[in-house]
């Protein structure tokens, strides 16, 4: 049995006995002392480590796989016969003088690179590369594993969407049929500017052991992922994204909570149910790791818990059986906020406009030995239908 699955196990093993523990505890009015519900979070806590130490370990098994995979492929025809399938930012001329670019400050500008020339002087990354930064930013961002990802070439793209379908209608013999036309709207998705820049020393970047190209994919990855995903969760739709804990452009309220601070199973389950059917199916929820602990001690009337931990290896832990996904995006359960998410969020639509920019920048500090690298990409975000994706909101505060 490898480590993983070991972990979940003890996992589950250590759940089963907080809850059993938690059971056990409960005075005829249903209440646990302030001594043993210390025990029984710490119990829960330790549930917790143990998710984030088998997420960490699932990370690493991914990379040890990516970096294992074959460098090279056999030759299967005649190499004097070779040619070079791929053209523009795909063939081997671009990545090789693009990473020459980007290693040594006096590298020679090539007609190979002029495919890939931007507006703002630097350069497109090559194509191989920006994949390896596309799993980057699905690493750190939940978000693009559960919505719709679209690749667009230019600004703005309007997307048709059904506002209101049409019905049939009980008509005497002979009668007039009324009619009934669906009407259609649009949505427009556009793509705002999220830039970053990062420093190395000359150094290290002239140390040809120094793997550049895996340290940059990493590290814009980590930082363009991690703002995506605030803004896809919680942007205002101003320079940036509209998340979808927005009242206006984000999911629609489904159920408002009697507490400020707490959730009923109750409560879960009618946000569970205000969610029309046909998106049920691929219904997800979304929530900070805070309200999941809110969560943790409720039961459904049959007496099971609506938290259950993941027992396979690159499955979500459930709530009401559906996938839940945690974020520090996502806000807190507290007066007024907006705090679970569930809907089917391939009805949110992320843009992204092709291509990611890089640039080295010789000059900017050169006085103190280093070298920088600014990255840019556009991309934007939305919820095509509101109906899709419905929202808890707690009590407004006192």
Known sequence: MNKIQELRNKRLEVWEK????LEEKRDDKGIVSAENT???EKMEQEVVDLGKEIDRLERQRDMDMKLNEATSRPVVTNPMQAKEDKTGRGSDAYKRDFWNLMRKKNAVITNALQVGTDSE????APDEFEQTLVEALEEENIFRKIAHVIQTSSGDRKIPVVATKGTASWVDEEAAIPESDPAFGQVSIGA???ATMLKVSEELLNDSVFDLESYIAKEFGRRMGSKEEEAFLIGDGTGKPTGIFQTVGGGEVGVTAASDKAVTADELIDLFYSLRAPYRKNAVFIMNDA???LIRKLKDNTGQYLWQPALTAGTPDTILNRPVYTSSFAPLAEGGALAIAFGDFSYYWIADRQGRSFQRLN???AATGQVGFKATQRVDGKLILPESVKLLQMKAGA
């Open 192 to 194: 705002y500017k999220l």
């Open 38 to 40: 210390a025990a029984y």
């Open 291 to 293: 309200t999941v602990k």
């Open 363 to 365: 000059e900017l500090f």
């Open 18 to 21: 907080a809850k059993a523990f």
């Open 121 to 124: 002087g630097g350069y497109l």
